[in-house]
């Protein structure tokens, strides 16, 4: 039996290893939800090459959302809009929309399935040095260095290698507007995708010199056609909305409208920042716009973003941005990050000789394996008549950016490093470990959450979502590193599909007047109440943390230093 009728929201969301698709109802009520897994192809001579396709991607999200049709009972035709969020992945087709391959190799250029490079893609470091060498005032909305993962690296990675007639024939999408392109055949580009990764500045646009100066003179010669010169802002309605044959193959209604996307923790954040939480007395009342200032949002998953919205640009060395318009008209964000976070902690796990043992005790105690190691961490502390997780590893020591550093010094060249290695193989020196790499995690957000405010910013409080927010542990860690509140949403995995479908409604009112407070009022309506993780540390855990936090910020001078040492001989 059909549900009532009613209006129904479908957020759609391509994270690293999945697609994900939920229909929505208006008060941010999650009806029914599906997944898929999306395949990345490695490289097992270059560990630095990621690479997925657009068309096994959006087969994905065909199936997922043909799946939340099905168990929700929704008639298609009350799906009354439709908002992407995904990677901020480079994705290459020719101008038919043909994908085309940006494998390493002959084919390179040609039609083909591999056609995306993925954030994590490091392959770009040279471009992104030669593009860093610039001094181009571009570089100043990016924190003042370019990052490898973003697209215009990756893109002269490509003009670089690729035969200059098959580069010609090619057209580039932040993989969110490659997914609205996809959905209803405009062209448009979000500011999101544009100004984040892809050196627009808005107000300004595309800057002709500089891309003459790093050798991309083509698009300037082409008036920027393969990069986009029509561009919206967070959840406008794009194009007519679903094609013909998009609608056909997602099972919709052609037209339904679709907003233009946003990079997937750009989504977190619209899913968790409006949260009302929990105080003395009940939920706290209704959230002002200008509240959102003082909240990071930490989109916590392979990696981690850091994202906060300001009035005015904060410029914070290391830290991407500012970014005007990125998500509200006239409003600024700045982006901080950890290039491996959910990744560095299932590396750790998975590397360790106890690795297997670890496996077995789960499956013999029907246990998920991170409830072994925090059960096993608390048998250590009460043997050791440790306070605290912190006093158990105190002399341990880990800095954790084994896959360089995003912000807040912007070096990809950065590697992790471990104190305090002992002659163990066994499952506690595991969980000592896994303990350590929590702490880490949760000192380097301390790191960029003191850069921002030492810029200008005013953070009160951190809002959590992504896969990482069920670890316990490790929010209680960031509580305590950070010495501020945790706020985790209701649901860890929604909050992102959940700001994607925040846009598909907003692209359902056309021309609002005051398209800020539109959407900030949708994002009250739809967001639920969050649980608050307080600070609990006591006297002498918050004392080793500041030591600690000390000694991890002087593991990045001596790794420089000793960097430096090395490079004047080799």
């Known amino acids: 039996m059909a549900v009532p009728h009613a209006n129904y929201y479908l957020g759609i969301d391509v994270g690293t290893g999945s697609a994900r698709a939920a229909l929505v ?3 941010g009520t999650v009806l029914a939800s599906a997944s898929q897994e999306t395949r990345t192809w490695r490289d097992p001579s270059d560990h630095r090459i990621f690479e997925q396709s657009t068309t096994d991607i959006w087969k994905c999200i065909c199936s997922a959302v043909r799946q939340v049709i099905a168990r929700s009972n929704v008639p298609p035709n009350h799906v009354r809009g439709i908002g992407f969020d995904a990677t901020c992945s480079l994705a290459v087709t ?13 084919h390179l250029g040609q039609v083909g399935e591999r056609n995306v490079i993925l954030w994590a893609d490091h392959r770009a470091e040279k471009e992104a040095d030669l593009i860093n060498a610039t001094g181009s005032s571009v570089l100043d909305y990016v924190g003042g260095a370019i990052s490898l993962e973003m697209e215009i690296p990756k893109i002269l990675w490509l003009k670089h290698l690729m035969a200059p007639d098959r580069f010609d ?3 580039f999408f932040d993989l969110p507007d490659f997914l609205t392109y996809r959905a209803t055949g405009a062209r448009t580009r979000s500011l999101c995708s544009l100004t984040c990764k892809c050196t627009y500045v808005p107000g300004n646009g595309w800057d002709c010199a500089f891309m003459c100066q790093i050798g991309l003179d083509a698009f300037v010669q082409n008036e920027f056609a393969a990069l986009g010169t029509d561009v919206l802002t967070a959840g406008k309605p794009v194009g007519d909305g679903l094609t013909v044959r998009a609608a056909a193959e997602l099972g919709l209604e052609p037209g339904t409208p679709v907003g233009s996307g946003v990079i997937d923790a750009y989504a977190g954040w619209l899913g968790t920042i409006a949260a009302r939480h929990d105080e003395e007395g009940g939920v706290s009342p209704s959230v002002s716009l200008d509240e959102s200032g003082h909240r990071l949002a930490a989109v916590a998953g392979t990696s981690t973003c850091h994202l906060v919205q300001s009035k005015e640009g904060v410029f914070v060395g290391g830290v991407w941005g500012p970014y005007r318009d990125a998500v509200f008209p006239g409003w600024w964000m700045n982006e901080g990050g950890q290039s491996s976070t959910g990744q560095l902690i299932d590396f750790i796990i998975s590397t360790h000789p106890a690795h297997q043992e670890l496996k077995d005790l789960a499956k013999d105690q029907r246990k998920n394996i991170h409830d072994v190691l925090r059960e096993t961490l608390e048998g250590i502390r009460q043997g050791e008549g440790a306070e605290s997780w912190t006093e158990v590893i105190a002399h341990m020591h880990f800095y954790p950016d084994l896959h360089g550093n995003r912000s807040p010094i912007a070096d990809p060249r950065m590697r992790g490093s471990i104190i305090g290695l002992t002659l163990d193989a066994s ?31 005013s953070i009160r409080a951190l809002y959590l979502s992504g896969s990482q927010a069920q670890n316990v542990e490790l929010m209680r860690l960031l509580a305590n590193a950070c010495n501020m509140p945790v706020v985790l949403p209701r649901s860890h995995a929604a909050s992102v599909v959940l700001g994607a479908a925040m846009l598909g409604r907003f692209a359902t009112m056309r021309d609002p007047p005051d398209a800020a407070a539109s959407l900030w009022d949708i994002m009250q309506e739809m ?17 080793l943390l500041d030591v600690k936090y000390r000694i991890f910020l002087e593991s990045i001078d001596i790794q420089r230093k000793w960097r430096r040492e090395i490079d004047a001989v080799v």
């Not at 020719?94 to 002959?106: D, F, K, N």
């Not at 020196?429 to 910013?457: F, M, P, S, W």
């Open 25 to 27: 109802k208006a008060d």
């Open 94 to 106: 020719s101008w038919e929309g043909e994908p085309i391959t940006v494998t390493h190799g002959a």
């Open 169 to 171: 024939r090619c057209q």
């Open 427 to 457: 499952l506690h020196d595991l969980a000592r470990k896994y303990a350590l790499t929590l702490e880490a995690i949760a000192l380097q957000t301390r790191h960029i959450v003191n850069k921002l405010n030492d810029a200008g910013h």
């Open 527 to 543: 967001t639920p109440p969050g649980t608050v993780i307080r600070p609990s540390a006591g006297e002498r855990e918050k004392r």
